[in-house]
């Protein structure tokens, strides 16, 4: 009997979070009042995002907690910068990145005012929409778990 190929715990939870939309929608319906939580909410959806691209491409690794693969080199990545350059600064590279303004949000609690962070919705939302429109639905990832699974199971035997 052949043991059935599961996703990683973590990729069915990412998935809900999309499915339910639940970052972009509340980013955007707090903007006015809480925007540094905005931005960090929609960095979170980012992120989510990336680890799904980064497992799908690597699918019997763990699933990938640090974001060490974040770089202008990693395809997905790539073809962002390739672009819209400024997209791909302002999100992730530099001191003044949403991808830095994240960890200062996160760590500190730091409320920013709207008109220093206002710049990173129209680029996030960018960033949120080419992600998502090149993910591999779930289908996909089952599907090539499951061909990586069987070949793993083949080089045992």
């Not at 190929?5 to 929608?25: G, I, M, N, T």
């Not at 680890?51 to 907690?65: A, F, G, S, T, V």
Request: glycine residues 4%; contains cysteine; positive net charge.
């Amino acid at each position: 009997m052949t043991k059935r190929s599961r996703l990683h715990d973590q990729a069915y939870v990412s998935f809900k979070l999309l499915e339910e939309q639940r970052y972009q929608a509340r980013a955007t319906r707090i903007f006015h009042e809480e925007p540094s939580l905005a931005v960090f909410l929609l960095w979170c959806n980012i992120e989510v995002l990336l680890r799904l691209h980064k497992y799908h491409h690597k699918i019997q690794e763990p699933w990938p907690d640090k974001l060490g693969f974040i770089r202008a080199s990693w395809g997905p990545l790539k073809h962002i910068k390739g672009l819209n350059n400024d997209a791909y600064n302002a999100i992730f590279n530099g001191p003044k990145s949403l991808w830095k303004r994240r960890n200062e949000i996160a760590h500190t609690g730091k409320f920013i005012e709207e008109h220093d962070v206002a710049h990173f919705v129209e680029y996030a939302n960018f960033v949120i929409d080419n992600l998502n429109s090149n993910l591999p639905k779930r289908e996909d990832f089952l599907a090539k778990k499951k061909r990586s699974d069987a070949q793993k199971n083949r080089k045992k035997k």
